[in-house]
């Protein structure tokens, strides 16, 4: 089993910053993709950004420019630096992994509980 645990979120001010971090934990024998998704009150989740082992990035028009995405495989981690932050970005941010959890395994989608994001004056 794969966890995910969050860390980073919290109140900002608009146009300003904040650095989401996920690690992956447990039983991991290799991780693709890792990635970050959001959920607005009301709304559906939707992708922010995600990026391959290799460093090969995607990421949603609306955060383009503003947001990055970076990855440690060494320490199988991901982060979201936030920059120019708008009201519309406050959420619940949820990190994503899709991983074998042992040589010759399927991949498996792992979420983590997610972590609050409100950006408001």
């Known amino acids: 089993q794969v966890q995910l645990v969050e860390s980073g979120g919290g109140l900002v001010q608009p146009g300003g910053s904040l650095r989401l971090s996920c690690a992956a934990s447990?039983?991991?024998?290799?991780?693709?993709?890792m990635g970050w998704y959001r959920q607005a009150p009301g709304k559906q989740r939707e992708l922010v950004a995600d990026?391959?082992?290799?460093?090969?990035?995607n990421y949603a028009d609306s955060v383009k420019g503003r947001f990055t995405i970076s990855r440690d495989n060494a320490k199988n981690t991901v982060y979201l630096q936030m920059n120019s932050l708008k009201p519309e970005d406050t959420a619940v941010y949820y990190c994503?992994?899709?991983?074998?959890?042992?040589?010759?395994?399927?991949?498996?989608?792992?979420w983590g509980q997610g972590t609050q994001v409100t950006v408001s004056s």
């Open positions: 990026i391959t082992s290799g460093g090969s990035t």
């Open positions: 994503n992994a899709v991983g074998s959890p042992y040589l010759g395994s399927p991949e498996y989608v792992y």
């Open positions: 447990g039983s991991i024998f290799s991780i693709n993709f």
